[in-house]
C-alpha cells in the first residue's frame, strides 16, 4: 500500500516549456488534489477532483489544467512554464469531499528557468 | 483577516522542554481542527485530529482547542530532535483551511 505517489521528484524547466506531473493513490479514495507550496506563502489549492470525472478550480488555477484519468490517477500539466511556477507541487487524496482528511503524496520539486 | 493564521516560527527549543505551537482562527463555525506535521522534502502528514473544543493526548502530543478564544494548539512534552518538522494547523467545514505552518527546530 504506497499511498500517493508523484512522479517525477525533481525537475527542471526552461521558459515556455511543457511537463505533466503524475499523481496516483491506491486507497480508492473519491477526491484528489493539487497544491503548491511556496516560501511564506503555505499550501495553496490549484485544482481538485470531487470525484472520477470531475474537477475544479482551486485558489491559484491559472497557467495549470488537469485530468482526472481515472479514480487512481490526477495529473497537472504546465502548458508553458513560467518562473513563477517554481515551487514544490503536492497532490493529495481523501475518501470523498474537501472535508475530508487528505493524505499527501511526497512531492514534486520544480524549478522553472 | 486570513481564516487561520500561524506564526511562521523558526521556533528552536532544547531537546526535552515542552513545546507549545498555536494557531488563531477567525471563523467560530469551524468543529473540527487537525494539526499536520511535514519533515524537510516531505508531504504533510496527518498528526492530530479533534472535535470541537477540548483536549485530545497522543503519546507525547496533546492537542488543544478553545473555541471562546478561537485558538488551537498543540503541545509536544519530552521533546526530541526528530519533532524537527514544519506543523501545519487546519480547520475544516465544507474544505480543509491550512495555516502557513510553523517550522520547529530542537536543538540537541
Known amino acids: 500500500n504506497a499511498g500517493v505517489t508523484q512522479t517525477p521528484k525533481f525537475q527542471v524547466l526552461k521558459t515556455g516549456q511543457s511537463m505533466t506531473l503524475q499523481c496516483a493513490q491506491d486507497m480508492n479514495h473519491n477526491s484528489m488534489y493539487w497544491y503548491r507550496q511556496d516560501p511564506g506563502m503555505g499550501l495553496r489549492l490549484i485544482y481538485y477532483s470531487a470525484s472520477e470525472g470531475t474537477t475544479d478550480k482551486g485558489e491559484v488555477p491559472n497557467g495549470y489544467n488537469v485530468s482526472r484519468l481515472n479514480k487512481r490517477e490526477f495529473s497537472l500539466r504546465l502548458e508553458s512554464a513560467a518562473p513563477s511556477q517554481t515551487s514544490v507541487y503536492f497532490c493529495?487524496?481523501?475518501?470523498?469531499?474537501?472535508?475530508?482528511?487528505?493524505?499527501f503524496g511526497p512531492g514534486t520539486r520544480l524549478l522553472v528557468l | 483577516q486570513k481564516e487561520v493564521e500561524q506564526d511562521p516560527g523558526p521556533l528552536s527549543v532544547p531537546e526535552g522542554a515542552i513545546v507549545s505551537l498555536n494557531c488563531t482562527y477567525s471563523n467560530s463555525a469551524f468543529q473540527y481542527f487537525m494539526w499536520y506535521r511535514q519533515y524537510s522534502r516531505k508531504g504533510p502528514e496527518l498528526l492530530m485530529y479533534?472535535?470541537?473544543?477540548g483536549n485530545k493526548e497522543d503519546g507525547r502530543f496533546t492537542a488543544q482547542v478553545d473555541k471562546s478564544s478561537k485558538y488551537i494548539s498543540l503541545f509536544i512534552r519530552d521533546s526530541q530532535p526528530s519533532d524537527s518538522a514544519t506543523y501545519l494547523c487546519a480547520v475544516r467545514d465544507d474544505k480543509i483551511i491550512f495555516g502557513k505552518g510553523t517550522r520547529l527546530h530542537i536543538l540537541p
Open positions: 493529495a487524496s481523501s475518501s470523498s469531499g474537501r472535508s475530508e482528511t487528505q493524505y
Open positions: 479533534t472535535y470541537s473544543s
